[in-house]
Antibody
């Protein structure tokens, strides 16, 4: 069973950037897409986007398209999700999961809390 | 893309059955069979319980079942157990290479 391990919590100021990592056991990202989902405190899940191996297939939620960058480093089996120009409403737990637009999200990482505060 | 509509909360007693609805449009739930259901316990990551409308992943109890009619998908949990108390989210492919989640339903087992 694939396991996803995410990077630790981050505290950032408004306008800064944050890069969250998601390391998979085995060579998972060479053959499986990754999806990113976030959850603001006390709120529901928000789909952010997905990226397939070799950038063959990708999309980002329209409201985040100009601030979110997703990448995969297959040499280390690690996926990254960067959010630029952070705002207070970007405060959330960010999750990575294996799967894409037409596939179930399974498994999920443990989540990374990103706090944006001045 | 608007979120799918779920009831904010449902409740049931141990042993009973409950159903959580997930209403979308004919551009998402009504047009595709890529509907999934996720269970999330407090402080934990979500876990897939149903995918492709009605398929149960290996290891998920057969007390969980899914269905769809028109623009509404449903998750039914039979023989409620205390460990089923959690938040449940539906999701659907939208046809624009995006996915939308429901607002979530808090299940309380009385």
């Amino acid at each position: 069973q694939v396991q996803l391990t995410q990077s630790g919590p981050e505290v950032k100021k408004p306008g800064a950037s944050v890069k969250v990592s998601c390391k998979a056991s085995g060579n998972t990202f060479a053959r499986s897409p990754v999806t990113w989902v976030r959850q603001a405190p006390g709120q529901g899940l928000e789909w952010m986007g997905y990226l397939s191996p070799n950038n063959a297939d990708t999309n980002t939620a329209w409201r985040l398209q100009d601030r979110v960058i997703m990448t995969i480093d297959t040499s280390t089996s690690t996926a990254y999700m960067e959010v630029t120009n952070l705002r207070s409403d970007d405060t959330a737990i960010y999750y990575c999961a294996i799967g894409s637009r037409l596939r179930r999200l399974d498994p999920w990482g443990q989540g990374t809390l990103v706090t944006v505060s001045s | 893309q608007s979120a799918l509509t779920q009831p904010a909360s449902v409740s049931g007693s141990p042993g009973q059955s409950i159903t959580i609805s997930c209403t979308g449009t004919n551009s998402d739930v009504g047009d595709y069979n890529s509907v999934s259901w996720y269970q999330q316990h407090p402080g934990k990551a979500p876990k897939v319980m149903i995918y492709d409308v009605s398929i149960r992943p290996s290891g998920v109890s057969n007390r969980f079942s899914g269905s769809k009619s028109g623009n509404t998908a449903s998750l039914t949990i039979s023989g409620l157990q205390t460990e089923d108390e959690a938040d449940y989210y539906c999701s659907s492919y939208t046809g624009a290479n995006t996915v939308v989640f429901g607002g979530g339903t808090k299940l309380t087992v009385l």
